[in-house]
């Protein structure tokens, strides 16, 4: 980070930061504290407010804990590095620049190494007497002295006396994200968080706040580091509420948790499991032991952990959350709306509980509401990046596959490694003409999915508009083959068939194959459409045009309008006003193109 950046007395944006510097400017370095702490009582990530603090607190420990915390905001601080390398937290690195010498700025100065008298430069000169070197020698001490005091002692006298604040149980801080988030083109993406003015905050946490003075203190202050995904100093804070409380459930639950988000699930497991076995009506313990129970084994049943979790704490919003997302993936996607919309009247802003609603109405043909749903996800979290995943696909069920490909590109610019996602990216691209990258896309999907219909079929479409058609023979062939019912394959197939001359086979293939297999009123339009174009192609135009008669007695909207508007050309009539009327509703866009 810049040095302009992080100090404040350039920038005028915070009054009461100006005031506490002001304080300091005078010497009052009470006044300068206090309004320094009730700053970071707001807002503790503030990195700007512990550099200043460490210039008002009393103590070297104290300084160390402030510049060991602006550090751990923000790592590549040089401000926050040099003082503790003067401070002796840090050893000397030739890398962090050196304090501006034009313009020392006045916290950096209390940090420094006061100022040498004309005498004493001049003692310098002549060589120090053995007095003096002797005092050095004892500064030094006295100096290692106080950093191994911090080291052994910890931070908690400074703790206790800052970090006291106040926590509550089912708060939620809502937010108005503006702008729109697009991915970078630098190597590594840039997280999401810095292209956001605002930070979305989640689901609140699980708090029980009854211990003793002196263990509340230790438990706040472990909550603070797992907020700041610090999870070993909040794992070590946790551990010291229980050597005073060896039975604080909730100590052992957010350890558990800890752990959880570290990946550590057996460690995560047994911290889970010891507090259910403290108090068996600890409903979050029932909880977090079905997430990593799951997390581990898969295939696991833990719905009676979750059902546990609920009955428990029937105002329990995560549990309600992560039973949905269970229930869903559990071919439950009834259950799951139910589930999600029941943490939504408890928590009205919940991004996730909005996401896992979109993807179950998904699941249950609900398009529209699920566009609706995960949309608001969106907005309330620019950062929960599986929401662009579930955007796109609820944009391409929806028929509006344009507005889908910044959603996708953003999450597969964000998440590589999900390499499903890359079947979504491949129908995007195929939808809009994009036939190469969707080629690539559903490549990329199928060196990992080899026996998936749904990749054959992407990769055979791109292949087809590409005109190699006996490759996109060969793709439609092989997703028939893992997908006997995949209506858009057979009906594919054929259109491959069709691209090599072979009319008579593709109309085969069509009315024998592709036909039956359709559901909808799209894809039996989809169907008459190329029998018809086969039809003629073959020179049976009776039969293509009893086809496109069967085409015109469907709904408009299953239809594009041009495909409509062939049919009446074929058959020779001109529509009337009135049929016209009739059909220039806006239609739902197929997703297979024309040749």
């Known amino acids: 980070m810049a040095e302009e950046e992080i100090l404040p007395e350039e920038s005028g944006q915070n009054v009461m930061l100006q005031e506490a510097i002001e304080s300091l400017r005078k010497g009052d370095r009470a006044r300068a504290r206090d309004i320094l702490t009730r700053l970071l009582k707001t807002d503790q990530g503030n990195v700007m407010c512990w550099i200043w603090l460490s210039t008002a607190v009393e103590s070297s420990k104290e300084r160390l804990y402030c510049l060991q915390t602006a550090l751990q905001l923000d790592p590549q601080n040089a401000a926050a590095k040099r003082g503790m390398i003067m401070l002796g937290g840090l050893p000397p690195d030739e890398s962090v620049p050196p304090f501006p010498l034009n313009r020392p700025r006045m916290w950096e100065e209390k940090l420094t190494i006061p100022q040498e008298t004309k005498e004493q430069k001049r003692a310098a000169a002549r060589g120090r007497s053995p007095v003096g070197r002797l005092l050095v020698a004892l500064g030094v001490c006295i100096a290692l002295l106080g950093v191994a005091y911090f080291g052994f002692l910890g931070p908690k006298a400074f703790v206790l006396q800052y970090l006291n604040r106040p926590h509550y149980i089912h708060i939620t801080i809502t937010f108005t994200p503006t702008g729109t988030i697009y991915p970078t083109t630098l190597p590594e993406p840039t997280p999401l968080e810095q292209l956001l003015q605002t930070t979305y905050t989640p689901t609140p946490l699980y708090v029980v706040t009854q211990h003793g003075p002196d263990v509340q203190v230790n438990f706040k202050a472990g909550l603070q580091f797992f907020k700041s995904k610090d999870y070993d100093n909040a794992i070590k804070m946790f551990k010291q509420v229980l050597t005073d409380e060896p039975e604080a459930v909730d100590a052992y639950y957010y350890i558990g948790e800890s752990y959880r988000m570290q990946k550590k699930y ?43 979790a609920i009955l428990l704490d029937p105002h329990f919003t995560a549990a309600y959350i992560e039973r949905g997302a269970y229930r869903r993936t559990h071919n439950d996607p009834n259950g799951a709306i139910a589930d999600e919309m029941a943490a939504l009247g408890m928590v009205p802003d919940s991004a996730l509980a ?76 195929n939808a809009i003409g994009q036939y190469q990258l969707a080629l690539e896309s559903a490549n990329q999907f199928l060196n990992a999915n080899t026996k998936d219909a749904r990749g054959y079929y992407q990769r055979g479409l791109a292949y087809l508009n590409l005109e190699n058609a006996s490759l996109a023979e060969l793709d439609f062939k092989s997703s028939q083959l893992y997908d006997p019912n995949y209506f858009e394959a057979a009906l594919g197939l054929a259109r491959a068939l069709y691209a090599e001359d072979h009319a008579g086979s593709a109309y085969m293939q069509a009315n024998m194959v592709s036909e039956p297999l359709a559901k909808t009123d799209t894809q039996k339009a989809d169907a008459y459409y190329w029998e018809a174009i086969f039809l003629e192609k073959m020179g049976n135009s009776s039969a293509a045009k009893e086809t496109w008669r069967h085409l015109l007695q469907l709904p408009a909207e299953a239809m594009p309008e041009d495909r409509r508007n062939e049919a009446f050309l074929h058959l020779g009539i001109k529509p009337t006003k009135t049929v016209t009327l009739r059909y220039t509703l806006t239609p739902t866009p197929s997703l297979t193109p024309l040749p």
């Open 266 to 308: 057996q460690d995560a497991h047994d911290a889970y499991q010891t507090a259910i076995n403290i108090d068996s009506d600890f409903a979050p313990g029932y909880l977090g032991r079905a997430l990593v129970t799951h997390a581990m084994v898969p295939s696991e049943d833990v719905s009676n952990d979750l059902d546990n």
């Open 354 to 429: 909005y996401l896992y609603l979109a993807q179950a109405q998904l699941d249950t043909g609900q398009n529209q509401r699920a566009l609706d749903s995960v949309t608001k996800a969106n907005q309330l979290d620019l950062t929960l990046v599986p929401a662009y995943l579930v955007l796109a696909q609820a944009y391409i069920a929806n028929g509006q596959v344009d507005k889908a490909t910044t959603a996708i590109q953003i999450y597969t610019t964000y998440t590589p490694e999900d390499i499903d996602a890359y079947l979504t990216l491949a129908t995007v691209y």
